[in-house]
C-alpha cells in the first residue's frame, strides 16, 4: 500500500461540514469543547477497531507460519505487514483530518492508542523506502 484507505478521509467530514456552517452560531469554546469530544470518541472507536483487526491479522499469521517463512525467504512483503503498514497510512491520514476540523491530537487518547497500534507499520514505511 502506499497511499489511505478512500474512506478514512470521510470519517470527520460531518463534523468539518458541520463546523464551517456553524462556527459563526457558537462560542469559540464551545466549538473546541464539542470537536474535541467527538474526535475524542471517533478516535477510540477507530483504535478499539484498529486493535480488533491486528488481534485477526496476529491470529491469521501465526496459523500460517510456514507460509509466512517462505514469502519472507523469497523476499516480499507478508499480508499481515501490508495491512499493518495500510493501518498506518489511515493513521496518519486521520490525524491529518484531526488537525484539519481544529483539535489538538494530544487531547484525545484514541489518537495515542492510533499512534502506539501502528508504529509497528510506521518502521515498515522505512524499510521499504
Same mark, same amino acid.
Given at each position: 500500500?502506499?497511499?489511505?484507505?478512500?474512506?478514512?478521509?470521510?470519517?470527520?467530514?460531518?463534523?468539518?461540514?458541520?463546523?464551517?456552517?456553524?462556527?459563526?452560531?457558537?462560542?469559540?469554546?464551545?466549538t473546541g469543547q464539542w470537536?474535541?469530544?467527538?474526535?475524542?470518541?471517533?478516535?477510540?472507536?477507530?483504535?478499539?477497531?484498529? &486493535?480488533?483487526?491486528?488481534?485477526?491479522?496476529?491470529?491469521?499469521?501465526?496459523?500460517?507460519?510456514?507460509?509466512?517463512?517462505? &514469502?519472507?525467504?523469497?523476499?516480499?512483503?507478508?499480508?499481515?505487514?501490508?495491512?499493518?503498514?495500510?493501518?498506518?497510512?489511515?493513521?496518519?491520514?486521520?490525524?491529518?483530518?484531526?488537525?484539519?476540523?481544529?483539535?489538538?491530537?494530544?487531547?484525545?487518547?484514541?489518537?495515542?492508542?492510533?499512534?502506539?497500534?501502528?508504529?509497528?507499520?510506521?518502521?515498515?514505511?522505512?524499510?521499504?523506502?
Amino acid at each position: 500500500p502506499d497511499r489511505a484507505s478512500h474512506f478514512v478521509s470521510t470519517i470527520l467530514r460531518p463534523l468539518k461540514e458541520f463546523s464551517a456552517e456553524f462556527v459563526n452560531r457558537t462560542p469559540p469554546s464551545v466549538t473546541g469543547q464539542w470537536k474535541t469530544s467527538i474526535v475524542a470518541t471517533i478516535s477510540n472507536e477507530y483504535a478499539n477497531a484498529t &486493535r480488533d483487526l491486528l488481534e485477526t491479522v496476529q491470529k491469521t499469521e501465526a496459523a500460517l507460519q510456514s507460509r509466512r517463512a517462505r &514469502r519472507a525467504a523469497a523476499g516480499g512483503i507478508s499480508d499481515g505487514d501490508k495491512v499493518k503498514l495500510q493501518l498506518y497510512l489511515d493513521y496518519k491520514e486521520f490525524l491529518n483530518a484531526v488537525n484539519d476540523v481544529g483539535v489538538d491530537p494530544a487531547n484525545c487518547e484514541g489518537i495515542n492508542r492510533l499512534r502506539a497500534l501502528t508504529e509497528e507499520g510506521a518502521s515498515l514505511m522505512t524499510e521499504n523506502k
